[in-house]
T-cell receptor, first 112, second 115 residues
Framework: QKEVEQNSGPLSVPEGAIASLNCTYS??????FFWYRQYSGKSPELIMF????GDKEDGRFTAQLNKASQYVSLLIRDSQPSDSATYLC????????????FGSGTRLSIRP | DTGVSQDPRHKITKRGQNVTFRCDPI?????LYWYRQTLGQGPEFLTY????????KSRLLSDRFSAERPKGSFSTLEIQRTEQGDSAMYLC?????????????FGSGTRLTVV
């Protein structure tokens, strides 16, 4: 079992709709959860982090965390073509909290 | 200081040659991380430093890989006797001491192609 699992996609969403990206993790001791956006050929860019159960909103982005289910999600409202990218879910490891482990990413495509 | 700087951006080398990459972190960040990313995969952890001390190395980091961070400033990652399987994007990231809580800032990466 991978430590961080994501559906590789591609996920195709019409412009203006809500894109929903999901992630599960295996280490119950993980404390912090991250979403990075990565455009093709570029390096990852941190867009959100969350460490409490529930929702955290930042502009068009909402991160959701359910520690009991070991589930993290990212919602992107009013999706724009510029949101087309790979979204990487990442968690810190509870047993060795000094580094972040990444999933393999979900490719999101926003169609005009 | 505007961010994490990596050099070179691209490197093409012949199999068996040695290569060295450099990373300059954000100046006030005491933690520095190296990751490797291949096509279609997320970044894989290689190693990290707190100041000049190398505190953890992944099993992915074979004997051909070595990393240093003299004086706790810039870091170098050297790969000896390169193999085609070493072809990847090598990413450097830095953070303050709480990076595992609030996330890292990545550099632009060095893309290595071994031919």
């Amino acid at each position: 079992q991978k430590e961080v699992e994501q559906n590789s996609g591609p996920l195709s969403v019409p412009e203006g709709a809500i894109a929903s990206l999901n992630c599960t993790y295996s280490d119950r001791g993980s404390q912090s959860f991250f979403w990075y956006r990565q455009y093709s050929g570029k390096s990852p860019e941190l867009i959100m982090f969350i460490y409490s159960n529930g929702d955290k909103e930042d502009g068009r982005f909402t991160a959701q965390l359910n520690k009991a289910s070991q589930y993290v999600s990212l919602l992107i409202r009013d999706s724009q073509p510029s949101d087309s990218a790979t979204y990487l879910c990442a968690v810190n490891r509870g047993s060795s909290a000094s580094k972040i482990i990444f999933g393999s990413g979900t490719r999101l495509s926003i169609r005009p | 200081d505007t961010g994490v700087s990596q050099d070179p951006r691209h490197k093409i080398t012949k199999r068996g040659q040695n290569v060295t990459f450099r990373c300059d972190p954000i100046s006030e960040h005491n933690r520095l991380y190296w990751y490797r990313q291949t096509l279609g995969q997320g970044p894989e952890f290689l190693t990290y430093f707190q100041n000049e001390a190398q505190l953890e190395k992944s099993r992915l980091l074979s004997d051909r890989f070595s990393a240093e961070r003299p004086k706790g400033s810039f870091s170098t990652l050297e790969i000896q006797r390169t193999e085609q399987g070493d072809s990847a994007m090598y990413l450097c990231a830095s953070s303050p001491g709480t990076g595992e809580l609030y996330g890292y800032t990545f550099g632009s990466g060095t893309r290595l192609t071994v031919v």
